[in-house]
């Protein structure tokens, strides 16, 4: 009864003005850079991603290997907005970077700081590295709606309320990651009529929310590369169909998702193999890849495929007439992101790059019985993951942390952890958001590990070509939840089972 009152006052209250919202303050300097985010941009290229609150002529960063001499300039055009953002959404690409190497950079304003980023590490270098799986995070803090080398690195600044979450525990573990994949689900700006607070506010509380959200992930995604790909909260300003009704063009269809990471996430890599077919299906891989919705990149022993589990592929839940009812996209041709992944995957040579890490929103293994799991996604994507080899599937959507045995249309790799076969597949959606953790509930045969205690994440540790470890993290302590290690032989160049 309450929920059907509440539909009917929303068109009133979405429409009024109301003091509360927590907009983060404008400065007095409008070109103050906010909410750098950075991203692999190629083998030896950087994005640099940041908002403003005008729009610049020229978006430009300084650049070089000691915080005293940025030597090199890098600048684009790129400033743009959507009705009704109160921000500009700016990019530049630094070119030209030596391997693995720290450099400093400075986004040209009367009012920045000089940041700094370990440069990407060739594709085929065989050094051991992690990477951290952050998915299903919201804003954090008072007005948020969650609760509470040899030479270390210098620790993030992060709000004091964010300590203790899990954006704390990536600022205090800085020195344990040199990127980060986000597949899906940031800020959760949608749920702002979830805060009393918020009902009178309507298209304001979603912005708000948004920009609170990135300004606190900044000192992480300003640091270290930030890989993003879409989940459903990017998807409109309400996950409510009726109250699609009443958001702005500019909050529909991943408007903010599209603003902030379209000219930020990379075009495909060309082909690092000296095989011909490689080379040329690397190349056909790219021109259909469709960043930021799906794309992939490589970066050291990894290929990293990001995809969309939302739109572009038959029934896919978020788009036309899907059963999310949110009609998204398309954002490709028909069939053009199923096309992109086969090629992707039959390019990867696994002499120089032998782990293949697939992450996309919505999976199609999971606890808690059929609600959370994907049918469509699985039809679509499942048969590539293991005709081309996958070793591990990375998902989110349901907000607790899961691991799986290796399995394939829903029987375990008799192999085991020991060179199966079949994709691993796990479920990172626990880092902390509005709607909470969810319950473990039901567990399917090949479950290894479940946990919905409290907000956790996951760490992807690539010990060497065949042994690749994954750890499950309590945001709140550090404390490893649970710890395995994939073995896999990777004797196959280029896998077609």
């Not at 399995?407 to 076969?421: E, F, I, L, R, S």
């Not at 302590?477 to 896999?488: A, H, M, Q, V, W």
Request: charged share 20%; glycine share 8%.
């Amino acid at each position: 009864m309450g929920g059907i009152l509440l539909l009917k006052l929303l068109p009133f209250v979405a429409g009024c003005a109301f003091a509360g919202v927590s907009y983060p303050t404008i400065p007095t300097d409008l070109t103050t850079p906010f909410q750098q985010r950075l991203a692999v941009y190629g083998p030896d290229a950087v994005s640099v991603g940041w908002n403003t609150f005008e729009q610049l002529e020229q978006s430009c960063v300084q650049y070089g290997l000691s915080e005293g001499n940025l030597n090199t300039k890098a600048c684009s055009s790129s400033s743009t907005t959507y009705d009704p953002s109160r921000t500009w959404s700016n990019v530049a690409v630094l070119t030209g970077l030596t391997p693995a190497t720290t450099y400093y950079y400075k986004i040209e304003s009367t009012n920045s700081t000089i940041g700094h980023f370990l440069s990407p590490r060739t594709p085929g270098d065989k050094t051991a590295f992690n990477m951290d799986v952050i998915i299903d995070l919201g804003v954090y803090g008072k007005d948020g709606f969650t609760s509470k080398s040899t030479k270390k690195d210098t620790i993030p600044v992060v709000e004091p309320e964010l300590n203790h979450t899990t954006i704390g525990r990536l600022a205090q573990t800085v020195d344990d990651y040199e990127l980060v994949i986000h597949p899906g689900d940031f800020a959760y700006a949608d749920d702002w009529y979830l805060k009393f607070a918020n009902l009178l506010d309507g298209k304001e509380a979603y912005e708000s929310i948004l920009e609170q959200f990135y300004d606190q992930l900044a000192p992480i995604a300003g640091r270290k590369p930030y890989m993003a790909s879409p989940g459903n909260h990017e998807a409109d300003c309400s996950e409510i169909p009726y109250l699609n009704n009443l958001c702005p063009k500019g909050q529909n269809n991943f408007t903010d998702f599209m603003h902030r990471y379209e000219k930020t996430m990379p075009q495909s890599f060309v082909s690092s193999s000296s095989n011909p077919t490689a080379q040329t299906l690397a190349r056909k891989a790219r021109s259909l890849s469709n960043p930021p919705f799906w794309y992939s990149f490589e970066y050291g022993m990894a290929h990293v495929v990001m995809i969309d589990t939302e739109t572009d592929f038959p029934e896919a839940p978020s788009g036309k007439d899907g059963s999310a009812k949110l009609n998204g996209g398309p954002f490709g041709a028909e069939n053009q992101q199923l096309e992109f992944l086969e090629a992707d995957l039959a390019s990867v040579d696994r002499a120089v790059t032998p782990w293949v890490i697939v992450a996309g929103h919505r999976p199609w293994y999971s606890t808690g019985g059929s609600s959370n799991i994907c049918s469509p996604c699985q039809e679509a994507f499942e048969d590539l993951f293991y005709q081309y080899g996958v070793d591990l599937g990375v998902f989110g959507h349901v907000h607790n942390s899961q691991r799986f045995a290796p399995v394939v249309n829903g029987t375990a790799d008799p192999n085991g952890m020991n060179d199966p076969k079949a994709p691993m597949y796990i479920v990172a959606g626990g880092p902390g958001n509005v709607e909470g953790l969810s319950s473990v509930g039901s567990k399917p045969a090949y479950t290894e590990f479940a946990y919905a205690d409290d907000y956790s994440y996951s760490t992807l540790r690539f010990l060497d070509e065949q042994h690749l470890q994954v750890d499950f993290v309590k945001s709140s302590t550090g404390e490893i939840l649970d710890s395995s290690t994939l073995y896999k032989k990777h004797a196959t160049d280029f896998v077609k089972q």
